[in-house]
């Protein structure tokens, strides 16, 4: 059984990128290297409950980077609280199995009021005339107090949006440093997300992108050197990464097919036209390169409809509905009744309006949660105009589709030999396996 494990959950890390950076090879020289196939949908939420499950969608519930809530007519995107992943975590199972034995999590998406032992994730406090404070969620409660006056406040603007950037990777790497000095958890899982910008914003193979692996490779140095000195040891590492970008050149924009078929309703409000959840026969909730069309009351007439509407249409590769979810593993009830599946160079925007003027207010933005949508845009900035641009062309890089070919594929690195089931492939729910077994918690 393993003393300590440490899992780094890094999007868009490849065989490619390990290549040139030599502080994390030397970190895991000696053992050994896989090729990682996401789970569909490859975007963050879904992929990092299945490293921490074992589970696919079908099962831990985990269908997209938010939900739309049948009942209450909303969208969540990125909010939802860890109790939203159906089935246990490696926390839990260690907690089960031994409660001297402890854990931490540090900043993956659906961390908030986890049982882990130690946990610290972004929880800005919404203030009543709409601005934000600076606050992340810790537990224990005191924990973000102290780490500010060490480190200041956590940089949510380095987090996302246009000056995401390696401040908030190395705030969140100095901080899961102080953790492991306090508290020297048995397991410890932290999120590491620069690569997934200038992937985003420029391509994952442009000059910026090629940038943030050697900005990260040197972060990555010094946390290995500052773990080792914390726990007087090497932990056992694995790195694991998560999802591929792949270069897009095209937009799909399901709202606007939806609306222009009569399906997808509107209200106007002074700000511009806001979409009706409640009055729509059909809306797409987009994500990166898939969307869940949810439609009112599953009217099995209108399903068949929405298929036909986008079968064959650019930048649709496949139309998924009702028993055919299981092909995929997201037969799960707050899938959409059809889920909408993008070619590996396009992605799906989610505005629903056809005039720029009529556009709300939010999606001149940074605002990922009252957008009903994942929105890259928000990488860009307008110095012009001073606002986030409506332009979808803007991005070049983009996840999430189901992965048919090796360039879709991430890796899965290991500081030790002779772990990996499959030597040469793995799947996310198998970085699972191999903690809980490392753990000597592997479920019966």
Request: contains cysteine; negative net charge; charged residues 25%.
């Amino acid at each position: 059984m393993r003393e300590t494990v440490v899992l780094l959950s890094i999007p868009g890390l490849r065989e490619r990128d390990v290549a040139v950076m030599p502080k994390l090879q030397s970190a895991v020289a000696g053992g050994e290297i896989a090729d990682l196939t996401p789970t569909f949908p490859a975007v963050t939420c879904p992929v990092q409950a299945a490293m921490t499950t074992g589970r696919a969608p079908r099962e831990h519930g985990v269908i997209a980077n938010g939900f739309y809530w049948r009942d209450k007519h909303a969208v969540e995107m990125w909010t939802s609280p860890s109790d939203c992943i159906q089935r246990p975590q490696i926390w839990d199972l260690l907690r089960q199995r031994d409660k001297d034995r402890t854990s931490a999590v540090w900043f993956p998406l659906h961390s908030k009021l986890c049982p882990a032992d130690y946990v610290c994730t972004p929880a800005p406090i919404h203030n009543p005339d709409g601005s934000e404070s600076l606050w992340c969620y810790t537990r224990p409660e005191q924990l973000y107090g102290t780490l500010r006056d060490e480190l200041g406040h956590f940089p949510l603007h380095n987090f996302w949006g246009p000056m995401a950037g390696i401040g908030a990777s190395q705030w969140i790497a100095d901080s899961a440093v102080h953790a492991a000095k306090t508290w020297r958890p048995n397991f410890f899982y932290i999120y590491l997300p620069h690569l997934d910008y200038a992937a985003q914003r420029s391509g994952p193979d442009s000059a910026a992108a090629d940038q943030a692996v050697a900005d990260l490779d040197e972060l990555l140095g010094s946390l290995f050197e500052r773990f080792r000195a914390a726990y007087g040891d090497d932990p056992l590492w694995l790195v694991a990464g998560e999802y591929a970008i792949t270069p897009v050149r095209h937009a799909t924009y399901p709202n606007r097919v939806l609306r222009e078929a009569g399906l997808l309703a509107v209200r106007e409000a002074d700000d511009g036209e806001h979409l009706d959840f409640e009055a729509s026969a059909a809306f797409a909730m987009v994500d990166h390169q898939f969307s869940h069309v949810f439609v009112k009351g599953a009217d099995a007439q209108i399903v068949r409809r929405v298929a036909d509407l986008f079968t064959g249409r650019p930048g649709i590769h496949e139309v998924v509905a009702g028993v055919q979810l299981a092909k995929y593993e997201l037969d799960h009830p707050r899938s959409g009744e059809l889920v909408l599946i993008s070619t590996p160079d396009s992605w799906q925007a989610y505005p629903w309006w056809f005039d720029d003027a009529r556009a709300p207010g939010f999606a001149r933005t940074v605002d990922i949660h009252r957008k009903p949508g994942y929105d890259p845009v928000e990488l860009h900035f307008d110095p012009a105009a001073k606002s986030i641009p409506l332009d979808a062309t803007l991005v070049k890089g983009s996840h999430g589709a189901p992965v048919r070919e090796d360039y879709q594929r991430t890796v899965v690195l290991c500081s030790e030999p002779g772990l990996f089931p499959h030597h040469t492939r793995m799947r996310d729910v198998d970085v699972f396996g191999v903690i809980a077994r490392e753990l000597g918690i592997a479920p019966r």
